[in-house]
Nanobody, 119 residues
C-alpha cells in the first residue's frame, strides 16, 4: 500500500507561480512512475506531468515549457511540480499519482490540492 499527500496549492494571480509537493509513504519499492494529474470543474481528469524512477519526464502539451516535475533525489519519496506562468485555465484540483507499470499494474492517488488562478 502507498499513501500520497499533496500540499502547496492555493490562489495565485495569472502569471504567477506555485510549487506543489507530494510525499509518498508505504511500499514504495513497487512504484516506477509518479505524476501529477488535474481535474477542472466539469472536465475529466487529465495528465499534467510524469517522472519515472529513472528520471525520464513527460509533459502534456498544455503545460510544456511552464511546468517542471522533479524528485527529491535524497529522499526519493517526494515529487514536486513547479508551475510557472500560470493561466486561469490551469485552475483545477491537482492530484498526485503513483504507478507500478508492467505486470500486475497498480496505481495510487492522493486526495488532491486545489489550485486557483485568478485573472
Amino acid at each position: 500500500q502507498v499513501q500520497l499527500v499533496e500540499s502547496g496549492g492555493g490562489l495565485v494571480q495569472a502569471g504567477g507561480s506555485l510549487r506543489l509537493s507530494c510525499v509518498a509513504s508505504g511500499s514504495l519499492f513497487s512504484i516506477n512512475v509518479m505524476g501529477w494529474y488535474r481535474q477542472a470543474p466539469g472536465k475529466q481528469r487529465e495528465l499534467a506531468a510524469t517522472i519515472t524512477s529513472g528520471g525520464t519526464t513527460y509533459y502534456a502539451d498544455s503545460v510544456k515549457g511552464r511546468f517542471t516535475i522533479s524528485r527529491d533525489d535524497n529522499a526519493k519519496n517526494t515529487v514536486y511540480l513547479q508551475m510557472n506562468t500560470l493561466k486561469p485555465e490551469d485552475t483545477a484540483v491537482y492530484y498526485c499519482n503513483a504507478e507500478r507499470r508492467g505486470p500486475f499494474y497498480i496505481e495510487y492517488w492522493g486526495q488532491g490540492t486545489q489550485v486557483t488562478v485568478s485573472t
